[in-house]
């Protein structure tokens, strides 16, 4: 496959089709550039000599559990994970890089799903994603994975309205490493469209949408596009406008994705 051919940066005014209702995540884009991110007992009761002893050979979590905060990201990792395994990476995305919301909005699903969860403090409406996606692709690649048990090819990005054109632009440009998008009342972008037989294939992909979203024919013809290389989508349809998906369709949202191949086979 061939890796897109983008050499002019790709910039995005994700702000451009919300309304001025919308709450803090949907707020007036704020530019933001990569300059501007900082880097940053004894037994001592008189037991028997076979009395019952913890037993050392039950291996405790050699991952942070929890929630962890980073200077670009926070970074949710539910208990019991087994370090002999691997687990997808839930990378999240908002309009108005409110990662404590969306570990508000995933951390239930992490936990149920068996997950780890990355919420961006960094990617919002009105910046420039495409560097800051590739810098986050060795983010995850040379510090997460070595502390958390992923699979660094089984990413799945998810956000919602600009959060979710992000998700799919993510999925466009590291096709390597995203391999299934969730995507609230959020659309793929003009300029991929047009990139088309550069789009990656055979990928999974959920749409939350509703049908008094004003992104709703354009989410429509993502589904179109997607299937035309491949995609196995889900649609699922909710009441209330432009907005994130409520917790039960994203549960089910989480649940379908993680069952497909093209995560499962990973």
Not at 8 to 16: A, E, G, P, R
Not at 41 to 69: H, I, K, M, W
Not at 187 to 205: D, F, M, R, T, V
Not at 228 to 243: A, M, P, Q, V, Y
Request: hydrophobic share 35%; glycine share 8%.
């Amino acid at each position: 496959m061939k890796k897109p051919l983008i050499m002019v940066l790709i910039v995005f005014v994700f702000c451009s089709r919300l309304t001025a209702s919308q709450s803090q995540d949907n707020a007036d884009p704020v530019s933001v550039t990569l300059g501007e991110i900082n880097e940053e007992p004894a037994n001592d009761q008189g037991f028997a000599a076979d009395a019952a002893q913890p037993d050392d050979s039950v291996a405790q979590p050699s991952y942070p559990v929890g929630l962890t905060e980073e200077n670009e990201y926070l970074i949710y990792a539910p208990e019991g994970l087994s370090t002999a395994k691997t687990y997808p990476l839930l990378v999240t995305f908002s309009p108005g890089a409110n990662g404590h919301g969306l570990i508000k909005e995933w951390q239930d699903l992490a936990d149920k799903h068996q997950c780890i969860l990355f919420a961006s403090k960094i990617v919002r409406n009105g910046m420039n994603p495409p560097p800051y996606l590739e810098r986050l692709v060795k983010i995850i690649k040379e510090k997460i994975a070595a502390e958390y048990p992923i699979k660094t090819n089984c990413i799945i990005a998810a956000g919602t309205s600009g959060g979710g054109m992000t998700a799919h632009l993510f999925s466009f440009l590291q096709p390597e490493t995203v391999a299934g998008v969730i995507t609230s009342v959020g659309y793929i972008h003009e300029n991929s469209l047009k990139q088309s037989e550069h789009y990656p294939g055979n990928k999974a992909c959920v749409f939350l949408t509703s049908p008094t979203d004003f992104n709703y024919k354009l989410m429509k013809e993502d589904v179109r596009f997607l299937k035309k290389h491949d995609w196995n989508t889900l649609w699922l349809e909710f009441e209330g406008g432009h907005r994130t998906g409520p917790l039960e369709l994203r549960d089910e949202a989480l649940g379908w994705i993680l069952q497909q191949p093209e995560i499962t086979d990973k």
